[in-house]
């Protein structure tokens, strides 16, 4: 769990995130396309037609629409007409020496004023902190069901998750073992997100390149 | 819920708490003496009303007699083996409503905590015990004020964090109930509280304490 690695601006429009995982393509192929799988470290997708032209949903309608590209085991690349007419995002799995390189690429729209939940003003760009924190927390989680460990099961312990433990220890008597360690994981997790969100609005204050000709 | 109101020491083997609850002492006597009230912000246990009874908490893991019962004014109790301690809640009518002191007592002569320890509190039995009566007056304000203990925490950092996990539940595929939920959401924070308030008396300890050898 890194906050150094961070996502990378390439344009205003198109966000970047690399990743390098110790397991084969195959292996990494079938963790970002196996709804299983996905539904372990990202979101359950349903449908979830692999083919080009197939439809594709994950938890929202708003997060939903066709299978732009698809070409075993290197890329996958959707489109997402709810947020623009050229918005799109792909994951391109390349192999590398020990591994597998994993790079998710999103393009946005540009043109488009984009209200925010997060933020009082509107943008042109969909670059929240939570959006953002969301990815990169996914990335994590994604490597923890590679390694073969339970997704969350790895970030350090803190303040909050020892009270969290304490609680569980305590006065769980209700919620099964397998119950518990979710709810630990979970609460972990979303004390994570909080942090990557910060972390994410300051960067995209910090490094999102300005408007250029408006 | 107050930070304000630690426990004060007489000497260094006697603790005392004051509060004053608005509502009637009759209505505060039966919230301490009658084992259906102190099981929702105290502990589960049994108390025989009159002096000489026996009084079991915790399943029968703590328990003693009563010294003396005096409804609605009085209430002294004395642990299983002790010859000298005791702890007693005194109450009186005061401007609306009621004033309770609750003081306790340790033979000064016992051995407590940790030998060679230097952790605040050291030699006295109130490491983690005055925090703990802390946190239970805190219940006791709620449940006689009608709401469950511990609800009325402000919100924190933690709190925000397990409220929005709660609100999103359906993404996690738990089946949790929001009876559930909420017992979860207020768990955690009232163990943040318990934290705070061990935090906070292990300061206290360590300024207000009397020194050994002054009482």
Not at chain 2, 23 to 51: L, N, Q, Y
Not at chain 2, 64 to 86: C, H, K, M, Q, T
Not at chain 2, 153 to 163: D, F, K, N, V
Request: net charge negative; charged share 25%.
């Amino acid at each position: 769990m890194s906050n150094d690695d961070l996502a990378r601006f390439i344009d205003r429009y198109t966000m970047e995130f690399v990743r390098i995982y110790p397991h084969p393509i195959e292996r990494v192929w079938k963790a970002i396309t196996d709804p299983a799988e996905l539904a372990q470290w990202f979101i359950a997708p349903s449908p979830w037609e692999l083919r080009t032209g197939g439809r594709y949903r994950f938890d929202s309608d708003n997060f939903s629409g066709v299978v732009l590209a698809f070409e075993p085991p290197r890329l996958i690349r959707f489109d997402q007409p709810s947020g623009g007419p050229e918005d799109w995002f792909q994951f391109e799995l390349t192999p590398v020496e020990g591994g597998t390189r994993l790079q998710y690429l999103q393009h946005a729209t540009p043109g488009i004023a984009r209200g925010d939940w997060q933020t009082p003003e509107a943008w042109d760009t969909p670059w929240g902190g939570g959006n953002l924190g969301g990815w990169h927390s996914g990335f994590e989680e994604l490597a923890d069901l590679l390694d073969g460990v339970p997704c969350g099961s790895r970030r350090p312990p803190t303040e909050f998750s020892a009270i969290a433990q304490d609680w569980a220890e305590r006065f769980g008597a209700e919620f099964s073992a397998e119950q518990k360690a979710k709810i630990l994981r979970e609460l972990r997790e979303r004390e994570r997100w909080f942090e990557l969100r910060r972390i994410y609005r300051a960067h995209v204050d910090a490094t999102l390149p300005p408007a250029t000709g408006a | 819920m107050s930070q304000t109101e630690l426990c004060r020491f007489p000497d260094r083997f006697t603790v005392e708490y004051v509060r004053t609850f608005p509502h009637p002492i009759e209505r505060v006597w039966r919230a301490i003496t009658d084992p259906a009230e102190f099981g929702m912000w105290f502990m589960p246990g049994t108390i025989e009303p009159k002096a000489g009874g026996a009084f079991g908490f915790a399943g029968g893991q703590w328990t003693g007699s009563i010294l003396a019962f005096e409804p609605p004014r009085l209430i002294r109790l004395r642990n299983a083996g002790d010859a000298v301690g005791y702890f007693q809640y005194e109450l009186s009518e005061a401007a609306g409503g009621t004033r309770m002191r609750f003081v306790q007592h340790f033979s000064p002569d016992g051995v407590y905590g940790e030998p060679g320890s230097t952790a605040p509190g050291a030699g006295t039995p109130w490491r983690g015990a005055v925090n703990g009566w802390h946190e239970f007056w805190e219940a006791l304000g709620d449940h006689l004020d009608g709401v469950p203990p511990g609800s009325r925490l402000p919100a924190t950092r933690l709190s925000g964090i397990a409220e929005l996990w709660a609100e999103k539940i359906a993404e996690s595929g738990l089946a949790l109930t929001p009876d559930q939920l909420s017992r979860i959401v207020l768990g955690l924070r009232r163990r943040e509280r318990s934290t705070d308030l061990f935090d906070l008396y292990d300061d206290h300890l360590r300024t207000a304490l009397p020194p050994a050898g002054s009482h």
